[in-house]
């Protein structure tokens, strides 16, 4: 019932909005937009939802597990990627053509969406997507350190995000790190790295400078998803889990290895609607150890989420389930993306999502076989539902 | 063998002397060749279990880097490896066993501290660093096991060069040298008995 009110609610607005714009054309004036110009949820989400039927369903995923390598690139191949398979069998084999093919298919469809957005869809989408920037960028600066040849920074880019591969590529051309500087100068990354040579004068180490590509990133993230509407609502809880997930999976990273608490605290990237207020993240890092950690986090609703993982970690030293757990506790809730509030940029996310978890789940079982890992191996590796 | 020596009494004292030497010698590096034996069998078991744990650690580092290129994809992998550029720092030293000098290597600071590995510690992969931190103690191990094979080696070569000499101690020089020695004395009292003769005939004349 709820849904069919949702969908009604969203046809009565976009009448409302034809309505308003005939208007405004027969009184001689131009309909009023927003700033970033109206978004067009309603195309998007048509597009998008076109799209979903091409996602692999579950239970072929589960059967890929079982499948050779060479059974999954056929599978893969006869797919949505066949256009990916296709123009890179040449170049790439094996499980490296998955992956690669992977990537370029989803940097294509990444770029599709936003490409149909318009607005403020556009802006939220772009700067989602913009973690592939962030990366490239990352691979691009790790590259000049280390003097890596053009072939394997080429490798190691992902075709995602708002700037082309080419982008990249001349980034790295570049003589050296003031050159590539001037150039991002161009760019949101410009000021903040700026920011960091300033403070360090060095590029000798690329961690300050890639921390503060990751803080930009997480920042636009948590400033970007504001507003009233309950679809905002939705996403910006969302996006604030997945902040706070990130969070959590640095603290414990660093406690594990015994890191003073103020190195870490300097590390969090705290978003407004953070399950933990500034001062509790801060009393968190200050905690003793992985142990202090648990019992601080047993009062809270997380806990029961990553118990099973923070107990691991302390008999194992493995913070692998733990990382785990804290992916998946970070999209409770997202399975009500699909259907509610089909109108707003919910459903284009949860496909976002999900492509996302199919491309992670393929990666995983081609390179688990390749590996020859264990089928339960690659089975606990692969995304939980 | 043809015996190359002048039968007199100072070469035949010259060559007692070199007898004596020869034995002293030859019982000295026999207990050098038994020593650097029992040190070889020491060393032999520490590398022996060292090989035990660089197979073992490989496998696990394998496995680790094989499930980060699985969970993060071999692209997150390969830029992450780009990060690190400088070269494990070594403190190589030598230490003498029996005559037999042999390098120490200390590894302990290939081991960094997580957030010193030059790579963002906003968002970490817990994935790529659990393979990092496993391939940093597979690394500290392989240069252990190098220099503990190294030095397996050299106390093989200098058991060997020890043994070759023992051997031509024993089975050629003193033999030669108790030969030559056998060899003037009865050539020395040959020419006793010559001169003892030629006087009695001398005196027979008279």
């Not at chain 1, 691991?312 to 399975?335: C, H, I, M, P």
């Not at chain 2, 090989?51 to 073992?56: D, G, M, S, T």
């Not at chain 2, 880097?65 to 071999?74: L, S, T, Y």
């Not at chain 2, 029996?98 to 997580?114: E, H, L, Q, W, Y």
Request: aromatic share 8%.
């Amino acid at each position: 019932m709820g849904k069919f009110r949702d969908s009604a609610m969203g046809v009565l607005k976009i009448f409302d909005a034809w309505k308003k714009r005939s208007d405004a054309k027969r009184a001689g004036k131009r309909p009023k937009k927003r700033s970033a110009g109206a978004s067009n949820f309603p195309y998007v989400v048509a597009r998008v939802k076109a799209m979903k039927p091409s996602l692999f369903p579950r239970d072929t995923l589960a059967k890929m597990i079982t499948m050779d390598l060479p059974q999954i690139a056929r599978l893969v191949g006869e797919s949505a990627y066949r256009l990916e398979i296709d123009s890179l069998a040449l170049k790439y084999r094996g499980a490296d053509l998955i992956e690669h093919a992977l990537n370029l298919n989803l940097g294509r469809t990444l770029s599709k969406i936003v490409g149909w957005s318009k607005g403020e869809l556009r802006e939220l989408l772009e700067i989602y997507v913009s973690k592939y920037d962030g990366q490239n960028l990352k691979t691009v600066l790790r590259a000049k350190l280390y003097a890596a040849p053009a072939e394997e920074l080429e490798w190691a880019l992902i075709g995602a995000g708002h700037y082309e591969i080419e982008f990249w590529m001349r980034l790295y051309e570049k003589a050296g790190y003031d050159e590539i500087l001037g150039e991002l100068d161009k760019t949101e990354f410009g000021a903040p790295l700026r920011e960091v040579y300033e403070e360090t004068g060095t590029w000798d180490n690329l961690a300050p400078y890639e921390e503060a590509i990751e803080r930009l990133y997480f920042e636009r993230l948590a400033a970007g998803f504001t507003g009233e509407t309950k679809a905002k609502e939705m996403a910006r809880s969302f996006i604030g889990k997945m902040i706070d997930a990130m969070n959590l999976k640095t603290l414990f990273t660093l406690k594990n290895e015994n890191v003073p608490a103020e190195d870490i605290l300097k590390r969090l990237v705290i978003a407004e609607n953070s399950i933990f207020k500034t001062e509790e993240w801060k009393k968190l890092s200050e905690v003793e150890n992985l142990a202090a950690c648990g019992e601080f986090l047993r009062r809270h609703s997380v806990y029961k989420y990553i118990a099973e993982g923070l107990e691991e970690a302390l008999e194992k030293k493995s913070l692998g389930t733990l990382g785990r757990l804290l992916k998946r506790w970070a999209r409770t809730g997202t399975g009500k993306f699909s259907y509610s509030h089909p109108l707003s940029i919910v459903p284009v996310l949860d496909f976002i999502l999900q492509k996302q978890r199919e491309i992670d789940n393929i990666r995983i079982i081609a390179r688990g076989r390749e590996l020859k890992l264990p089928e339960k191996t690659i089975a606990f590796l692969v995304w939980p539902e | 063998m043809a015996i190359d020596v002048k039968p007199t009494r100072s070469q035949l004292i010259e060559l007692r002397k070199k007898i004596k030497l020869s034995q002293t010698g030859y019982k000295i590096l026999k207990m050098k060749r038994d020593g650097l034996i029992i040190e070889f069998f020491k060393i032999l078991n520490e590398a022996k279990s060292i090989r035990q744990e660089l197979v073992a650690k490989y496998v696990t580092a394998s496995e680790r880097v094989g499930i980060a290129e699985a969970v993060k994809g071999r692209t997150a992998v390969r830029s992450a490896a780009l990060s690190r550029k400088a070269d494990p720092d070594l403190k190589v030293g030598s230490q003498n066993i029996m005559g037999v000098v042999v390098p120490t290597i200390d590894a302990k600071s290939i081991k960094s501290r997580i957030d010193k590995r030059g790579f963002s510690m906003i968002n970490p992969s817990i994935r790529i660093d659990e393979a990092c931190d496993t391939f940093e103690e597979l690394v500290e191990t392989i240069i252990r096991a190098a220099g503990i094979e190294t030095t397996m080696k050299k106390l093989l070569d200098e058991i060997e060069k020890t043994k070759r000499r023992v051997n031509a101690l024993e089975f050629k020089v003193i033999p030669d040298l108790q030969e030559a020695e056998a060899f003037i004395r009865l050539r020395l009292e040959e020419m006793e008995r010559e001169n003892t003769f030629r006087l009695k005939r001398i005196k027979g004349k008279e």
